[in-house]
C-alpha cells in the first residue's frame, strides 16, 4: 500500500490544526457586537443602577442602584437590587435598608455560587473620609436575608475575591483597599500614594488579572489604570501605573468599573465618555464600545461576563438617571470567571 497518497490527504488536516494552534490576537475589533438594550428600563424600580453581577449557573443579572439628589448625596432609606431573567425580564426586587448613616446607596456587586450575593452601601455617598457607615453586605438571593459581612468604611465601592476566599473592597474617600478575610476581620491590603482621591473618587473598581498576580483598580480622580503586585505572602507590592489618560481617551475618561477577559484584555468603563474601552495587556486601546440612538451606553458604571455576553450598568448620572438601564454587548472572549464561580 502506499503510504504518500494518505499523506496527501492528511495535509489539509494538519494546516487546520495549525491555524488552532496559531495565537489569536489580544482582540479583534470585527469580533464585537452591537451593544444593545437588554430588559426594560430601570427608572421607577432600580434608579441609576451602578453595580451590577451574573450568577453564572441561572444566568440571572443582579444590578444595584445608587440614587444620588441634585446635591451629590444619597437620601432614600431603603433601595432596591433588580433581579433579570437571562431574557431580559425583570423578574424580582430585592429590597435593602439603610444601615447606620440613615441613608442608601448600593455600588459595587459580585455574585459568589454557594454563597449569595456580595454588595457594599456606600451610605449617603458623602466621599467623607471620617465618615464610618459604610457596609459591605451579603444578600440571599432567594430568601432576600442581608447579612452584614463588614463595616465602618467610608466610601466602599466595589469588591473582589481572591482564590484564598478573601474579599477586597476599596475606599474612595480614604483611598485605601481592605482585605476582609473569611472570618470578616478587616485590615488595609494597600493605602499606596496612588489611590487617594484628588477632589472628588480616587480608588474605584478592582479586578484580579489572569493568574492573580496583580490586583487591578482605577483612580478615577487622576485617570489611571493601576496594578498592584499581590506578593506570595498575600501582601501588597508598590501600585504601579498600568495605564493613564492617553490609552482612556483624554481629557475626560474618568475611568470606572473594570473587569478582565481570558486573554487579560481588560474592560474599562469611562462613563464621561459614554464609552466602555477594551484595553490590551500591553496597555494599549484595542476598542471603544458605546451603542447608538435608543442604544447608546449612558454613563456606564459596572461590568460583569456571562461567557462572552458583557453586561454593563448605565448609571445615567450626567442627565438625571433618565436613562436607568442595563446593556449587554458580545465580546470576542469569553470573561475571565471571578474566583468561586
Not at 453581577?53 to 432614600?76: I, K, N, Q
Amino acid at each position: 500500500m502506499s503510504i504518500r497518497p494518505n499523506i496527501v490527504r492528511l495535509i489539509p488536516v494538519i494546516l487546520a490544526l495549525a491555524v488552532l494552534l496559531v495565537p489569536l490576537p489580544a482582540a479583534a475589533a470585527a469580533q464585537f457586537g452591537t451593544v444593545q438594550n437588554f430588559g426594560p428600563s430601570l427608572k421607577s424600580d432600580c434608579f441609576q443602577p451602578e453595580g451590577i453581577a451574573v450568577d453564572p449557573e441561572t444566568g440571572r443579572v443582579y444590578t444595584t442602584s445608587a440614587p444620588f439628589s441634585p446635591g451629590g448625596l444619597g437620601t432614600s432609606a431603603t433601595v432596591n437590587i433588580c433581579v433579570l431573567s437571562p431574557t431580559g425580564q425583570l423578574v424580582d426586587k430585592i429590597s435593602v435598608k439603610a444601615g447606620p448613616s440613615g441613608a442608601i446607596i448600593l455600588l459595587g456587586a459580585m455574585f459568589v455560587p454557594e454563597e449569595g450575593l456580595y454588595v457594599l452601601d456606600g451610605g449617603n455617598g458623602s466621599l467623607n473620609p471620617a465618615a464610618t457607615g459604610g457596609r459591605l453586605l451579603k444578600i440571599d438571593v432567594d430568601s432576600h436575608a442581608v447579612t452584614t459581612v463588614a463595616t465602618g468604611f467610608s466610601s466602599p465601592n466595589d469588591v473582589t475575591r481572591d482564590e484564598d476566599g478573601n474579599l477586597y473592597v476599596s475606599d474612595s474617600a480614604r483611598g485605601v483597599i481592605y482585605r476582609v478575610n473569611p472570618g470578616g476581620i478587616v485590615s488595609v491590603w494597600s493605602n499606596d500614594p496612588l489611590l487617594a482621591q484628588h477632589g472628588f473618587i480616587g480608588v474605584n473598581d478592582l479586578a484580579f488579572d489572569p493568574g492573580q498576580n496583580f490586583l487591578y483598580t482605577d483612580n478615577s480622580d487622576n485617570q489611571q489604570l493601576l496594578r498592584i503586585p499581590l506578593r506570595k505572602d498575600g501582601s501588597a507590592g508598590a501600585a504601579q501605573i498600568f495605564a493613564t489618560n492617553s490609552p482612556i481617551h483624554p481629557p475626560q475618561g474618568v475611568p470606572d468599573g473594570i473587569k478582565f477577559d481570558v486573554k487579560g484584555n481588560l474592560y474599562v468603563c469611562t462613563p464621561a465618555l459614554n464609552q466602555v474601552q477594551v484595553i490590551s495587556p500591553t496597555g494599549q486601546l484595542v476598542a471603544s464600545l458605546s451603542g447608538t440612538g435608543d442604544n447608546a451606553l449612558d454613563s456606564p458604571a459596572g461590568l460583569a461576563f456571562k461567557g462572552r455576553t458583557l453586561y454593563i450598568s448605565d448609571f445615567s448620572f450626567l442627565d438625571g438617571g433618565v436613562n436607568s438601564k442595563v446593556s449587554r454587548v458580545r465580546v470576542p472572549f469569553p470573561g475571565l470567571p471571578l474566583t468561586g464561580e
